[in-house]
């Protein structure tokens, strides 16, 4: 057996809790995670987001705060990590600012439409905004009616063409119906490469600001196996914790050099993007930033920033492939047949197995995935039609090709039989890998 990490001082406060934590210790060592959206941090990362930096209030911003005591460190490490956000997408910083305080990509997004946009119902004329269906692979934040973004302000939403590739000419046309203020481009559930420069084109010529949320994919673009957002858009928010591989956090992106007057503006004063969106996270959205947050965000851009970092999104990408492939010639259908990036969407229904049954028996063989809705879902979003997978961790384990197709063959044998017994036999054969395979700091 293993030797579990120790918590010394939690043992001794909280062991109720000490035994949760090295419980999930262990889940995530024998467990195979096939979640796109998640990863293992670093020793260095979780060390940093651990520190003393928690222990200090710093409403504001470097060198202007309203805390004393931010100089030593706090200010030092806020201005560390926003440099080194700009530096690892190339950004010259004349031209381009990063807020790194949002405590997640959701507050992110939220703070830029409070930047941006006048609510529905407003005096003056609700603004409109665009931005792809939860359905179709976007995200909640992007106009979904349950989330606050569909509740306060007026999204039109786009969708996939026939080829399950994002429906550009669709996009186009609601922005010539709607003129909207603002297109938001991105996704959570899509494995194809998103033409930034397509979109681009079209908020130009419509006079729309764009905005990729980038937050699946922010790893990949920094290690160069995406094309970057950053040249076609005016705003990028990202999550720090997918594939960047960072703590649980987020990064805005903001064009310095446009001028706007903010939405509910007394004086009609133009300000910078940048300056809009400052405002909007703080003290529009948040009170005082996550300092140990900041921190390890600061760490884990700079591990994103080596060559060894670009090697691993690339293998994460030969590897998301490997898993479609395999995947395929096993008979599972792909949507938009194959994969570009991190992530594939699997359609179940050959299989006649909604997304619910097939997360629920991977789980019980070691295989942690999430089920989904697939385009035009029949079932709904509690069955799903879909299971969503990843391999950002995996490879973060060191897991290759090799390894990829054994997965594919597991996945296949459990749609094929599902008996306990078949369950139980997999999940010891997963087991056996995962242990050849230890995340980072777990030994
Ligand atoms: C994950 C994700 C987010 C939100 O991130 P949270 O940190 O969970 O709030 C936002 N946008 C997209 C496209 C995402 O995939």
């Not at 789980?363 to 969503?388: E, H, M």
């Not at 490879?395 to 290759?400: D, K, L, N, P």
């Not at 997963?430 to 700091?441: D, I, Y």
């Amino acid at each position: 057996m293993r030797r579990t990490l120790k918590y010394p001082n939690l043992q001794k406060t909280d062991p109720e809790i000490a035994a949760f934590n090295r419980l999930e210790e262990e889940r995530q060592f024998w467990y195979a995670d096939f979640i796109a959206s998640e990863n293992y941090a670093s020793p260095a990362v979780r060390e940093a987001s651990a520190s003393v930096n928690t222990n200090k209030y710093s409403e504001g911003y470097p060198g202007a705060r309203y805390y004393k005591g931010s100089d030593i460190a706090i200010d030092p490490v806020e201005i560390l990590a926003q440099k080194r956000a700009l530096a690892l997408f190339a950004l010259d910083e004349d031209t381009w600012g990063a807020n790194v305080q949002p405590a997640s990509g959701s507050e992110a997004n939220f703070a830029v439409y409070g930047a941006l946009l006048k609510q529905k119902n407003h005096p003056e004329n609700e603004d409109v905004a665009l931005g792809m269906r939860l359905d179709f692979g976007g995200h909640l934040t992007h106009g979904f009616h349950v989330s606050f973004s569909g509740k306060f302000f007026h999204f039109e939403q786009y969708g996939l063409d026939e080829n399950e590739i994002i429906d550009y000419d669709q996009v186009e046309k609601l922005a010539e119906t709607w003129k909207p203020k603002l297109i938001v481009c991105g996704a959570s559930a899509y494995s194809r490469i998103i033409d930034f420069e397509r979109f681009g084109g079209i908020a130009k010529k419509h006079g729309a600001l764009l905005m990729a949320d980038i937050a699946h994919i922010a790893g990949l673009i920094a290690g160069g196996v995406h094309p970057s957002p950053f040249p076609h858009c005016d705003i990028v928010t990202t999550t720090t914790h997918k594939t960047l591989r960072g703590p649980r956090g987020a990064i805005i992106f903001a064009r310095k050099d446009i001028l706007l007057v903010p939405p509910n503006s007394k004086d009609n004063k133009a300000k910078s993007l940048f300056q809009l969106i400052n405002q909007a996270v703080f003290p529009g959205l948040q009170g005082g930033p996550h300092n140990q947050q900041t921190e390890a965000i600061a760490v884990c851009l700079k591990e994103a920033s080596t060559p060894e970092f670009r090697a691993y999104v690339k293998c994460i990408v030969k590897n998301s492939q490997a898993l479609a492939q395999s995947l395929q010639k096993y008979g599972f259908r792909i949507i938009s047949a194959g994969t570009d990036n991190h992530l594939m969407l699997l359609d179940l229904r050959a299989f006649d197995v909604t997304g619910e049954d097939a997360s629920e028996w991977l789980y019980r063989a070691g295989i942690v995935t999430n089920k989904n809705a697939i385009p035009n879902d029949p079932r709904p979003p509690r069955l799903a039609s879909g299971i969503r997978l990843g391999t950002p961790a995996a490879t973060t384990r060191g897991m290759g090709t090799r390894e990829m197709k054994q997965f594919a063959r597991w996945i296949y044998e459990i749609m094929q039989d599902h008996s306990e017994q078949n369950l139980q036999k997999i999940k010891g054969q997963v087991r056996a890998l995962c242990q050849k395979f230890p995340p980072p700091g777990f030994n």
